[in-house]
């Protein structure tokens, strides 16, 4: 309550609840306000690479932090992870393919995906037991995963609560925080359970833990995640900072350094600091031991971040890109604990039918009035559901943009061929389902799932 009372002189301060169901209304703000830069799909590789999906062209995938480190990994054929999770509640939906589009079309640029069964999560935040956390993500969530195209040879599922190294990482990240950040970042209550507040601990830790030699060693990290995780990634990125052995930056009074964060071994430090610099070209070198400083005379702004890039590479290194959400069916945020905003990819026929016949629309009030007026196609989850999943070819796209706002589309006939393609989407995806529960165990490297 208090919170509305103030919201005029609020405005500036936004405070992402990823736990909340509320839809996104200003996603400018939350760049200016969060530092996220704009994405800009252009910069993903031509031919002969393939051509990144839809999603990226159509402004769905809007930001990125970071990004560079891993076009930088695509150019240069190095190795690079990219990383995601899932929280086993509920069914698997639209929204979550989204992620699994991205991971797939950065798997062919080269990139090995890991992708974590937040069942800790689920228990903390939403009360599922881990046995039904299990069940849950192997049966609505890995198996799509599986159907929808990813494959062992580059994809590797794990369990939060089966794997030690990441449990060991979340205990000794969550050292690196303390309780006054944690609630700036989330504004929890008195009724949060401790559980509930060391989950974003295990998130860093899942993102943070492929650094660690046993499961790749140091590579950059793609993060493909809702902007709703954005307070996540904020803090790993801090305590991946404050684990780091050096900071590399510009100083206040404009000089360029890398500079010793510890106290031990700091002239050995700089020595090896030296050397990754010399190596990309650098010459104007000068060690300070006393300021435990290596400074770069002659470093230009735009190779800082690969310097540093370089002199993490054996600490953690990890980039992110950030999607909007894909409105449900019925106005709210698609989330599987409320069928009718989803459509789930284990729908049956029937069910995804009646859903998008009852999905809200930018219709207008009458049928006059939308000829004369045309559809509002901006306001429509029928049409984000062409625009993110099932009409991929930009044309027709636009066909269907025109005949909306000009009044020539009616959205019962819109809806009609919306259902057409949900349903043939899913009679082909729920045929691959069905040999994917034989090959689930080969995702799995830890020998217990
Ligand atoms: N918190 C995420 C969600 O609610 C799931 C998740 C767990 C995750 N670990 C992750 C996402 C690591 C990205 C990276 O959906
Ligand atoms: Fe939405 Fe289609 Fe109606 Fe336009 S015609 S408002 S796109 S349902």
Not at 189 to 198: D, K, N, W
Not at 205 to 227: F, S
Not at 349 to 363: D, R, V, Y
Not at 406 to 427: D, M, Q, T, V, Y
């Amino acid at each position: 309550m208090a919170e509305e009372d103030n919201r005029e002189e609020k405005e500036e301060e936004i405070i992402i609840n990823p736990w909340s169901s509320k839809q996104f209304a200003d996603y400018g703000r939350l760049m200016e306000q969060f530092g996220i830069m704009q994405f800009d799909f252009r910069k993903l590789p031509g031919p002969p690479s393939p051509q990144p999906p839809a999603i990226f062209r159509r402004g769905i995938i809007f930001g990125q932090r970071g990004f560079s480190s891993i076009l930088r990994a695509i150019e240069k054929k190095r190795p690079f992870v990219i990383l995601t999770g899932l929280a086993p509640s509920g069914k698997m939906h639209l929204g979550h393919k989204m992620v699994i589009d991205q991971v797939k079309y950065f798997q062919a640029l080269g990139g090995r995906a890991v992708i974590a069964v937040a069942d800790f999560e689920a228990l903390a935040a939403r009360d599922v037991p881990l046995e039904d956390g299990k069940r849950i993500a192997i049966e609505e969530y890995l198996i799509n995963y599986i159907a929808l195209g990813l494959e062992p040879e580059n994809t590797e599922f794990y369990f939060q609560s089966s794997r030690d190294a990441v449990k060991d990482f979340a205990y000794i990240a969550s050292s690196r925080v303390n309780l006054g950040q944690m609630l700036a970042l989330y504004g929890f209550e008195q009724s949060t359970s401790i559980a509930h507040i060391f989950t974003p601990l295990v998130q860093v830790a899942d993102i943070l833990h492929v650094q660690l030699k046993q499961y790749g060693g140091p590579a950059p990290t793609l993060v493909p995640v809702g902007v709703d995780q954005d307070p996540h990634i904020r803090l790993t990125r801090d305590i991946a900072q404050a684990l780091r052995i050096f900071s590399v930056i510009k100083t206040k009074d404009n000089r360029y350094g890398a500079f010793v964060r510890i106290e031990e071994n700091v002239e050995a430090w700089l020595d090896r600091a030296e050397a990754v610099a010399a190596k990309l070209g650098f010459s104007k070198l000068k060690k300070v031991p006393k300021y435990k400083a290596l400074y770069i005379e002659d470093m230009v702004e735009e190779k800082l971040e690969e310097l540093d890039e370089e002199i993490a590479r054996m600490e953690a290194a990890n980039g992110e890109s950030f999607h909007r959400f894909i409105t449900g069916l019925t106005g709210e945020k698609m989330s599987s604990s409320r069928p009718a905003t989803s459509i789930f990819l284990t729908d049956t026929a029937e069910e995804a039918k009646k859903k998008i016949m009852a999905s809200k629309t930018g219709g207008r009030e009458s049928i006059e009035m939308q000829r004369k007026l045309g559809g509002e196609y901006q306001k429509c989850p029928v049409y984000e559901l062409f625009v993110y999943h099932f009409v991929p070819d930009d044309e027709e796209l636009n066909r269907i943009t025109v005949s909306c706002s000009e009044g020539k589309r009616l959205c019962g006939e819109c809806k009609k061929e919306a259902c057409s393609l949900a349903l043939e989407f899913l009679k082909n995806h729920q045929e691959k389902r069905k040999n994917a529960p034989a090959r689930l165990q080969q995702y799995f490297r830890d020998n217990r799932t």
